[in-house]
T-cell receptor, first 116, second 113 residues
Framework: AQKITQTQPGMFVQEKEAVTLDCTYD???????LFWYKQPSSGEMIFLIY??????QNATEGRYSLNFQKARKSANLVISASQLGDSAMYFC?????????????FGTGTRLLVSP | DVKVTQSSRYLVKRTGEKVFLECVQD?????MFWYRQDPGLGLRLIYF???????EKGDIPEGYSVSREKKERFSLILESASTNQTSMYLC????????????FGPGTRLTVL
């Protein structure tokens, strides 16, 4: 079974609009962390936001927020006020405490295109 | 700022050649990782290392080996390159503390002919 599922291969949004990128995960480990990374066309993976499984509040970092619904095992990324520079691949990833040594499991990614 | 550098952005090799991909980080991170990225498959972990001379297999170690002789450097070795190893290779590093994110290098796009 896939540990991280990103069902949207591509998303389109107009500049200044908000967009939600979906991520669901599967784990039996009670302690885990969820990450979102951005990969522009240059190739480098850029860390965006982190949510711990015991965190009571949804994580936020500037225009990025993580809509964490633990019971549904979803960790959707919300980008508010999209900008042209947000066009990139976005990856959701999970680290399970039991896996040790910070092993991350990645989803297959969602390509976001922001149009003027 | 954390800096993770990789020796080449693009590399073209022939089948059967021995290939070395080098990764260097400048932030004294304990953990270092090698991933390969293929369309539709996301990133898959090949090997990681949590200390000098220590290594652990990831999800797809077959056909690869690694070397970590110094804390800042982690090398990925393809002993005999094959066409199915054509891919984007990404190196990452992180602190040993579990809640820290991984910092990635720019990637090496390897083509094996």
């Amino acid at each position: 079974a896939q540990k991280i599922t990103q069902t949207q291969p591509g998303m389109f949004v107009q500049e200044k609009e908000a967009v939600t990128l979906d991520c669901t995960y599967d784990t039996s480990d009670p302690s885990y962390g969820l990450f979102w990374y951005k990969q522009p066309s240059s190739g480098e993976m850029i860390f965006l936001i982190y949510q711990g499984s015991y965190d009571q509040q949804n994580a936020t970092e500037g225009r990025y927020s993580l809509n964490f619904q633990k019971a549904r095992k979803s960790a959707n990324l919300v980008i508010s006020a999209s900008q042209l520079g947000d066009s990139a691949m976005y990856f959701c990833a999970m680290r399970e405490r039991g896996a040790g040594f910070q092993k991350l499991v990645f989803g297959t990614g969602t390509r976001l295109l922001v149009s003027p | 700022d954390v800096k993770v550098t990789q020796s080449s952005r693009y590399l073209v090799k022939r089948t059967g050649e021995k290939v070395f991909l080098e990764c260097v980080q400048d932030m004294d991170h304990e953990n270092m990782f090698w991933y390969r990225q293929d369309p539709g498959l996301g990133l898959r972990l090949i090997y990681f290392s949590y200390d000098v001379k220590m290594k652990e297999k990831g999800d797809i170690p077959e056909g690869y080996s690694v070397s970590r002789e110094k804390k800042e450097r982690f090398s990925l070795i393809l002993e005999s390159a094959s066409t199915n190893q054509t891919s984007m290779y990404l190196c990452a590093s992180s602190l040993l503390a579990r809640d820290n994110e991984q910092f990635f290098g720019p990637g090496t796009r390897l083509t094996v002919l």
